[in-house]
């Protein structure tokens, strides 16, 4: 704390000594406490890196079998990726909002390394070019603009987040999702593992497509946006984009009620397939 002069008190003192410090007294005696910075204490503690398997160069898929009637029990919910919209309501697209805009929910956690922006759209862009039905269904084609636009809503391109609901990585992949890719496709893809996360998601869009495909559109796989120019229409990329956020059995149910499960997740994704932020990198 700065103090001003002290007054001069010895006896027999001038008066214009006594008048000088009066005056001294009265300019600084407004003087107060001079605040140190504040610390900054909104870091977070540091988490354990986990060993991130190193996948294969290359990802053998062929479906075994190559059917899509294949698919998890009634009982038990077909396999959703991610809860992520619903996990964090508070940045739901509205329109108002920018569909860019990725807010991560307070809950979730972060493990291990995260790989750079431009590694997660290298790792999305090789997987949205894999063939996941080479036999059955060989036209099938995940656009990288459709796997870049989920995972940008799904994480905001972070390769290691956790979600509240246990949805991993940059496809915010679900742990029922990850078995049931596996066992569908005779796959041994690690969630953990960046590259192989891409590759979940894409393959679990593959699969959404060629089911709804089959049971709704007559074996027609065209995901094109030219198709689909509404983003609330029941086209099949409006399905298969609500089905990788509800699961395959809400998008059956609402499309018999000739609507759409989750349309404001769908209208996000679509308008960030038109225009994202994630373009940049």
Known sequence: MRRGPRPVRGRGAPAWMVAAAVAMLVLTGGCGLVRPGGDDTGGSGGVAARPVATPEETFPIEAVPETSSASPSPSSASPKPSRTARSHATSSPTPTQDPNFFQEPACAEH????????????????????????????????????????AWHESGWQSNIVNCDGGRGLMQVMPDTEAFINQRFGQSYDVRDYRENAVLGANYLAWLTKALGDDHFDGDYDLSPSKC?????????????????????????????????????????????????????
């Open 229 to 281: 120019p509404s983003h609330g229409s029941r086209c099949l990329l409006n399905l298969v984009i609500a089905g990788y956020n509800a699961g395959r059995g809400a998008v059956d149910e609402a499309y018999a009620e000739k609507r759409l499960p989750n349309p404001e997740y769908v209208d996000s994704v679509r308008s960030l397939m038109e225009s994202c932020y994630c373009d940049r990198y």
């Open 111 to 150: 493990e291990g390394t995260k790989v750079s922006k431009a590694k997660a759209k290298s790792a999305l862009v090789a997987a949205a070019g894999k063939r996941y039905w080479p036999t059955s269904a060989p036209g099938i084609k995940i656009s990288k603009d459709l796997v870049k636009s989920v």
